[in-house]
């Protein structure tokens, strides 16, 4: 995504309401703006991010969903920190939650944030097999992640965390629990391949 071009697409506003026509394809994951024009002729609008509730770019590769939010990760001391400013994060995952995740190239892919509806941040999940940080305690950062994240919402991965009973190694496996013994209703979801 390094070189902005012209995609099709739609843009959901906070409103609901819906633009479909061409975009500017994002190169950075913060952008204050979105570019717009509904047929190619068109002049330029530009529309606030703030206004963005979530964009659908039509590129080669299929559809990427984007949604503009805070960002909130564990610090070195344990604590919760939100970005100061909201970032565009591409869906990964769409269910009962996102699973959303940078599209740039400066971050990994396994940096993995769950966005429930509603809300307007995301925040970091930390899994053992990934999010390799340095000198940290990888046990007490799921342990935390997980108990932010799915506390009320799926109360038996948060105990079996604790317990040392389900340790996932990937997000697929926190997908396939939640699906297991935490869904509800009987509506299939679907578990990232």
């Given at each position: ?5 012209w ?6 506003l ?81 269910g ?98």
């Amino acid at each position: 995504m390094a070189k902005a071009e012209w995609v099709r697409g739609t843009i959901i506003l906070n409103n609901g309401e819906e633009k479909t026509g061409f975009i500017r394809n994002l190169s950075n994951t913060d952008a204050s703006f979105v570019e717009y024009k509904f047929k190619s002729s068109d002049d330029v609008v530009k529309l606030q991010s703030e206004e963005i509730k979530e964009m659908m770019l039509r590129l080669r590769e299929g559809t990427l969903v984007v949604k503009y939010v805070y960002t909130s990760s564990i610090g070195i001391n344990g604590e919760f920190k939100i970005s100061k400013n909201k970032s565009w994060l591409r869906v990964v995952f769409r269910g009962d939650f996102d699973v959303l995740s940078f599209y740039s190239g400066t971050f990994r892919d396994s940096d993995y944030y769950i966005n429930w509806p509603g809300e307007n941040k995301a925040t970091m999940i930390y899994i053992m097999g990934n999010n390799g940080l340095i000198g940290s305690d990888k046990n007490e950062l799921l342990r935390k992640s997980v108990s932010s994240i799915f506390n009320d919402r799926c109360n038996l991965m948060v105990e079996s965390i604790e317990k040392g009973t389900f340790l996932p190694e990937d997000i697929k496996q926190i997908l396939r629990y939640y699906v297991d013994n935490c869904k509800e209703g009987s509506s299939p979801q679907a578990v990232i391949e």
